[in-house]
């Protein structure tokens, strides 16, 4: 089935920022998905918050061969299959995306909270493939097993655009482009804090961590727990007493530690691999009657973790976590910037990874280095808490 030919404004601009503010509607609403698909498919309305309308992020495009020129596509029918709504942060991805392809904005947005299921997700693109969308935008749940549809979208002509995680695929062809956080990285820039952090401490004993892990099998999950077993097995005086999932939910991530604390008396730092996660192990922490934060020395249990959502970045300012490592959400203005490049013909890296900043209200460690880069420290104040968007 050949993508039909669509009418459409394509708009040029010299970019400030690769990445442009959330669109300017507030209250926009989608146009109804027709009778042919199925329940697992819902019509997106507009319920971005104003604060993700308002957004503005950066990121570091290496998108097209003139990045230069920002291109903005409308007119077309996006197909959106997300993971589901199991964070704050994956709330803010959505709502970023909902908002920038709103109707008044000009697109017909199709969405589909997949609930953390692979299968729904599958379902969701083969409908949207009998619906004839243009282009479809998939975060998949995890890398693995995602041939068959993908390639089923290629010979329909419709252009997958891969956002947030990865796919693991034969070929890569099957999808266009992708965009997305270096999870790696996320894991190796906090494992240097955490070893710069020991350093100034003057801590040399043995340190006892615990992972809650992410999904299994999610690109999130891969690799911050990479980067966290790769320090380990770099530091001779880190003991990695146990990984499981917490499946970035706080319930299960309160579970986990629960867990934790009755198998082990001597825990130091908890490692969680996304913000809600760590809101568990912090509750779990205060009923067992410890305490959290980065006086390891003294018996404090430190957490660590990933997204900085405004509400974990508010736990960090308080104390309760010590370190939150950015995993920004805010796509949906780069994807429309992708979509419209696409449509203006031009060829697009096939990975392109978005800048992330890191943050803590302890100031001993202002920079860490990984692999002859330096990346910086934001000293957390209410006031960087309250200029974001998410």
């Known amino acids: 089935m050949k993508k039909k030919i669509i009418s459409m404004v394509l708009t040029t601009a010299m970019a400030a920022a690769m990445l442009a503010g959330c669109g300017s509607s507030t209250a926009s609403t989608a146009t109804t998905s027709t009778a042919a698909s199925a329940a697992t498919t819902s019509t997106a309305s507009s319920t971005a918050s104003k604060a993700a309308s308002t957004a503005t992020s950066t990121a570091t495009s290496t998108a097209s061969k003139d990045s230069s020129v920002v291109t903005t596509a409308s007119g077309l029918k996006i197909g959106f299959a997300q993971v589901g709504a199991e964070s704050d942060w994956r709330t803010a991805c959505t709502a970023s995306v909902k908002d920038t392809f709103s109707e008044a904005n000009g697109f017909t ?9 692979q299968e729904n997700q599958i379902t969701a693109i083969r409908n949207f493939i009998q619906q004839e969308v243009d282009y479809i935008v998939l975060d998949p749940v995890t890398e693995t097993g995602w041939d068959t549809v993908l390639q089923e979208a290629k010979d329909a002509d419709i252009p997958v655009i891969v956002v947030d995680r990865q796919v693991d695929v034969s070929d890569d062809s099957l999808y266009t482009c992708a965009i997305g956080s270096d999870f790696k990285l996320e894991g190796d820039k906090a494992c240097a804090w955490l070893d710069a952090f020991l350093t100034a401490k003057g801590i040399t004993d043995t340190v006892n961590i615990v992972d809650i892990q992410g999904t299994i099998g999610a690109s999130a999950q891969i690799g911050r727990t990479q980067g966290l077993e790769d320090a380990v097995k770099a530091h001779s005086n880190w003991n990695l007493l146990a990984e499981t999932t917490g499946e970035f939910t706080q319930a299960k991530g309160q579970e986990v530690m629960e867990s934790f604390l009755k198998q082990y008396d001597n825990i130091n730092v908890v490692y969680a691999e996304n913000d809600n996660e760590a809101f568990g192990a912090i509750d779990a922490i205060k009923a067992a009657g410890k305490t959290v934060g980065s006086d390891i020395k003294n018996g404090q249990i430190m957490v660590m973790t990933f997204d900085s959502t405004k509400a ?29 490049q696409l449509q203006a013909g031009k060829t697009l ?34 006031s960087v808490i309250d200029s974001r968007s998410y």
């Open 109 to 117: 947005l199709l969405f589909d909270d997949a609930q953390q299921k």
């Open 349 to 382: 890296d096939k990975m392109t990874y978005i800048d992330e900043s890191m943050f803590s209200a302890d100031t001993s460690v202002t920079k860490v280095t990984v692999s002859g880069t330096d990346y910086p420290i934001t000293a957390l104040t209410q």
């Open 312 to 340: 974990g970045l508010t736990d960090a300012l308080d104390g309760s976590i010590t370190l939150d490592t950015e995993c920004n959400p805010l796509y949906g203005p780069k994807l429309q910037e992708m979509i419209g």
